[in-house]
């Protein structure tokens, strides 16, 4: 009978293709650092659900607004990826994966994007953006989820993927920051929110076109069978 150690190996062994590419995870510090947390009582779940906290940290910062304020969102933002990319290393290369991992490593992420999204269009002085930006960071996860639901490897790209995300809110937050302290306006955010919105729109559409160019790779007699599909009488 398998044990449940087995089993939590069993279900952190993920296959490669439906792990995100990260270059960071073969640094020598994230493995030195990944290393080390497998023989503490820590697990990924719980790294997992760090990233949220960072992120809600850096959200009340981004809406706090001044320039340490801004600097210390950006920080968070890096934290909250160290934790993305530490989550997956302990579980995977440390085999301290559980059954529920799955659940962990996506429903934080959600709530980490939505808790620096929605708070960048407030402080960028057009709420809605983002909301708009959080929306679409969600579609982006979605779409990718659903390929790898159809069978399919996860397709982990476009323009505005999660890293790239948050590396152009990481450099608004910094720029924002720079540009508050000389001029005292807000152009870097507001920019920031656009750029991602539009990006993660834009990743949505690539992601799902590259969806059905699969499927059809896949299955390359459906269209055939649909066109001489009989139609039905009356």
Request: some cysteine; aromatic content about 6%.
């Amino acid at each position: 009978m398998e044990t449940s150690a087995t089993a939590a190996k069993a279900a952190a062994a993920k296959p490669a293709a439906d792990r995100r590419p990260i270059a960071t995870r073969s640094a020598r510090w994230a493995q030195r650092l990944a290393a080390w947390l497998t023989t503490t009582p820590v697990t990924p779940n719980q790294i997992s659900l760090l990233s949220a906290v960072w992120a809600a940290i850096g959200g009340a910062l981004l809406l706090q607004g001044g320039v340490v304020a801004w600097i210390g969102a950006a920080l968070c933002v890096q934290l909250r990826l160290v934790c993305n990319l530490l989550d997956g290393m302990v579980a995977v290369e440390g085999g301290k994966g559980s059954p529920v991992g799955a659940l962990y490593n996506e429903i934080p992420d959600r709530v980490a994007d939505t808790a620096f999204l929605v708070p960048l269009g407030y402080a960028a002085g057009l709420p809605w953006i983002g909301w708009a930006a959080a929306l679409a960071a969600i579609m982006t996860a979605y779409v990718r989820t659903f390929g790898g639901a159809l069978g399919l490897a996860q397709d982990f790209g476009g323009v505005m993927a999660k890293q790239r995300r948050m590396a152009a809110l990481t450099v608004a937050l910094l720029a924002q920051a720079v540009e508050h302290a000389l001029w005292g306006t807000r152009y870097s955010l507001l920019a920031a929110a656009w750029i991602i919105t539009a990006g993660s729109l834009l990743t949505v559409a690539t992601r799902t076109l590259g969806i059905a160019r699969r499927l059809k790779i896949q299955h390359p007699n459906a269209q055939h069978l649909e066109a001489h599909k009989p139609e039905a009488r009356s």
